[in-house]
Structures are given as structure tokens and as C-alpha cells.
């Protein structure tokens, strides 16, 4: 079985910085893409940031120069870096993963459980 467990929401103040954190836990043998979504009330679950098992990045446009992701292959843990947030950032922030639990095996997406991120003052 594989987990993902996140961590680093919260309330922030407009202009303010969060870093939130998910960890990839269980029967792993590989984890190819890994990516932050967000989705906020009324709205669809949108892709914020995504980064590939060599770390090539692609980021929504609108949190472009403002938010970074990483990753450590090594904890399987992918981060996101939100820097100058604003109101409009509030949402639910979910991890994804797509993992192999064996060598041959078709990768399968796998998501955390989100964790809220609200910007307001």
C-alpha cells in the first residue's frame, strides 16, 4: 500500500511564505511524476506545480515566479515552496504520485489527503 502524508498549511498573511511538504510511504519501487493540485470552493482541482524523477518543472502560469517545487528522490518527498501568496492561493493543496509498486508494473497515480492553505488578513 502506498501513503502520501502531507504537511505545512496553514493561515498566512497576504505576502506571506509557506512551505508545504509530502512524504511517499509503503510498497514503492519507483515514483516517476510528482505534483502539487489545488483545488478551492466551487472550483475544479487545478495543477499548481509538477516536477519528473530527473527534475524537470512545469508550473501553472499564475503562480509563476512565485512558487517553486523539488524534490528529494532520496526521501521521496516532494516540496512547495509558496512565496508572496495571495488570497486567491486559498485552497485545499493536494500531493500526487505516480508510483510502481514493482519493477514491470504500471505506474498509478496515488494522492494525499490535502491540506488547507488560507491567505487572508
Known amino acids: 500500500q502506498v501513503q502520501l502524508v502531507e504537511s505545512g498549511g496553514g493561515l498566512v498573511q497576504p505576502g506571506g511564505s509557506l512551505r508545504l511538504s509530502c512524504g511517499v510511504s509503503g510498497s514503492i519501487s519507483s515514483i516517476n511524476t510528482m505534483g502539487w493540485y489545488r483545488q478551492a470552493p466551487g472550483n475544479q482541482r487545478e495543477l499548481v506545480a509538477s516536477?519528473?524523477?530527473?527534475?524537470?518543472?512545469a508550473t501553472a502560469d499564475s503562480v509563476k515566479g512565485r512558487f517553486t517545487i523539488s524534490r528529494d528522490n532520496a526521501k521521496n518527498t516532494v516540496y512547495l515552496q509558496m512565496n508572496s501568496l495571495k488570497p486567491e492561493d486559498t485552497a485545499v493543496y493536494y500531493c500526487?504520485?505516480?508510483?510502481?509498486?514493482?519493477?514491470?508494473?504500471?505506474?498509478?497515480?496515488?494522492w494525499g489527503q490535502g491540506t488547507q492553505v488560507t491567505v487572508s488578513s
Open positions: 516536477i519528473t524523477s530527473g527534475g524537470s518543472t
Open positions: 500526487n504520485a505516480r508510483v510502481t509498486v514493482r519493477p514491470g508494473v504500471r505506474y498509478d497515480n496515488y
